[in-house]
């Protein structure tokens, strides 16, 4: 057990819908990653956030969103989904951002139908 | 932009014996970190072991080594007493500067008994 908790685990959605996934780091980590692991596309970094204000930004597309909260939890937000968006995306967080390693949640795994 | 090249997609080895699991990458950056991390069928990415770009001696961690050769670009991952558990995809990955982790294509690795 890594101390990242996400949820849902598992989470299945219509086209064109929203969803929100939701991590929380590990106790004393200010940062949190969110990456998307798809068959074509492997592992991709999304976005980064420390400490409540975004430090990064990688491949994510205009429709996704996220956030971080004063408590440190994060949220990413998916919008308008399509059949491609269907993925694992983990979220990941270190106390220093990145050095020592990032250590990750369990996943959710969106099936978009 | 940092690459991270696997070259075998599938290894697999006997139960007790030694493999080891192959990583280049390409950066121009002077100072970074390295990692492999473990994705068992449970699909849990678990952080194996780091490696910083600016000290020589390679990390090990119990039964896992690696062998870092900075001038070569070269990050290899060294399993030894291979057990059924460590049966999983392999991931190399690189952060640097920018605190994301980039990753490789991962190596499916299976332990037979």
């Known amino acids: 057990d890594s101390g990242v908790t996400q949820t849902p685990k598992h989470l299945i959605t219509a086209t064109g819908q929203r969803v929100t996934l939701r991590c929380s780091p590990r106790s004393g980590d200010l940062s949190v990653y969110w990456y998307q692991q798809s068959l074509d596309q492997g592992l991709q970094f999304l976005i980064q956030y420390y400490n409540g204000e975004e430090r990064a930004k990688g491949n994510i597309l205009e429709r996704f969103s996220a956030q971080q909260f004063p408590d440190l939890h994060s949220e990413l937000n998916l919008s308008s989904l399509e059949l491609g968006d269907s993925a694992l995306y983990f979220c990941?967080?270190?106390?220093?951002?990145?050095?020592?390693?990032?250590?990750f949640g369990p996943g959710t795994r969106l099936t978009v139908t | 932009a940092q690459t991270v090249t696997q070259s075998q997609p599938e290894m697999s080895v006997q139960e007790a014996e030694t493999v080891t699991l192959s990583c280049t990458y390409d950066?121009?950056?002077?100072?970074?970190?390295l990692f492999w991390y473990k994705q068992p069928p449970s699909r849990q990415m678990i952080l194996v072991i780091r490696q910083e770009a600016y000290k020589q001696q390679n990390a090990t961690e119990n039964r896992f080594s690696v062998n870092f050769q900075k001038a070569a670009k070269s990050f290899s991952l060294k399993i030894s007493d291979s057990q059924l558990g460590d049966t999983a995809m392999y991931f190399c990955a690189f952060s640097g500067g920018s605190e994301k982790l980039v990753f490789g294509k991962g190596t499916k690795l299976t332990v037979n008994p």
């Open positions: 990941a967080s270190s106390v220093d951002g990145g050095p020592r390693g990032q250590y």
């Open positions: 950066t121009s950056e002077s100072n970074y970190y």
